[in-house]
């Protein structure tokens, strides 16, 4: 999906809409795209050995701290509404929580 958001994204928004795609649309999809691969390998990476590799449960501690920050300051400048922040947020709480869950049980041991 990933790759296919990087490479093709005006082919799979075709789907959607007979209308031209907006360039920033297209360009956030991109962007979309080369997000999910790295946090994918990241999360695989992670997920072989949570306890040794710590490091990783910050870098993306930070990053979805920073994308819920990122979505609320987007839904105060205007730029969408609410409910698309409330497509993500959930998901970013929910890997926090997970890397909350991760490092107190790592610290009961």
């Given amino acids: 999906m990933g790759a296919s958001l990087i490479f093709i994204p005006e082919f799979l928004t075709?789907?959607?809409s007979d209308t031209t795609i907006n360039s920033t649309i297209i360009g956030m999809l991109r962007g979309a795209g080369g997000s999910i691969i790295p946090y994918s390998i990241l999360y695989i990476f992670l997920a072989l050995d949570?306890?040794?590799?710590?490091?990783?449960?910050?870098v993306i501690l930070v990053?979805?701290?920073?994308?819920?920050?990122?979505d609320l300051g987007s839904?105060?400048?205007g730029e969408y509404n609410i409910l698309n922040a409330l497509i993500d947020?959930?998901?970013?709480?929910?890997?926090?929580?997970?890397?909350?869950?991760?490092f107190w049980t790592n610290k009961k041991k």
């Fill in 14 to 16: 075709k789907g959607f």
């Fill in 50 to 58: 949570p306890y040794r590799k710590s490091w990783a449960l910050y």
């Fill in 63 to 70: 990053a979805n701290t920073l994308a819920i920050i990122l």
């Fill in 75 to 77: 839904v105060i400048f």
């Fill in 89 to 102: 947020i959930p998901v970013e709480l929910i890997s926090i929580l997970g890397i909350i869950l991760v």
